[in-house]
């Protein structure tokens, strides 16, 4: 299968997207952390950061300039 060659809008919708996720993954950290200490179970918080940090990873890798 052939793949496209990126075009400027496609770097800049892919840059976005990630930005959006590394915005996510951040917040969400801050709310795990308050909610652990405020003593409430994070259990499934947890569990959707790491689905988003696995997202942001695949992203990652097919972002057109990853090396």
Not at 7 to 22: G, I, K, N, Y
Not at 24 to 34: A, H, S, T, V, W
Request: proline share 4%; charged share 40%.
């Amino acid at each position: 299968m052939k793949q496209s060659t990126p075009t400027p809008f496609r770097r800049l919708d892919a840059d976005q997207s990630l930005a959006r996720l590394e915005e996510r993954l951040n917040e969400g950290y801050e709310l795990i952390e308050k909610r652990r200490e405020a003593g409430l179970d994070v259990t499934k918080l947890e569990d959707f950061w790491i689905e988003l940090l696995h997202e942001y990873e695949d992203r990652c890798d097919e972002h057109p300039l990853a090396a």
